[in-house]
């Protein structure tokens, strides 16, 4: 896999490392469209929470 910067940054922040996560990042900051997360780890949800911090997030759950 290539070094790029801002994949290295989304590791920091909790992203796996694997290629499937990679790429799944990338759709998820790139695509214009809103995304659906099936994350049964947390992991997606985590990481995104603190990708974006700063920003007014609103989470939205279908567990009671």
Do not use: H
């Not at 790139?30 to 994350?39: A, G």
């Amino acid at each position: 896999m290539l070094y790029c910067p801002q994949v290295s940054e989304w590791n920091m922040q909790g992203l796996p490392t694997d290629r499937f996560s990679t790429q799944n990042g990338v759709l998820v900051t790139k695509s214009k469209r809103i995304m659906l997360l099936i994350d049964p780890q947390s992991v997606g949800k985590n990481w995104i929470n603190k990708l974006e911090r700063s920003r007014d997030l609103l989470v939205c759950s279908f567990t009671a």
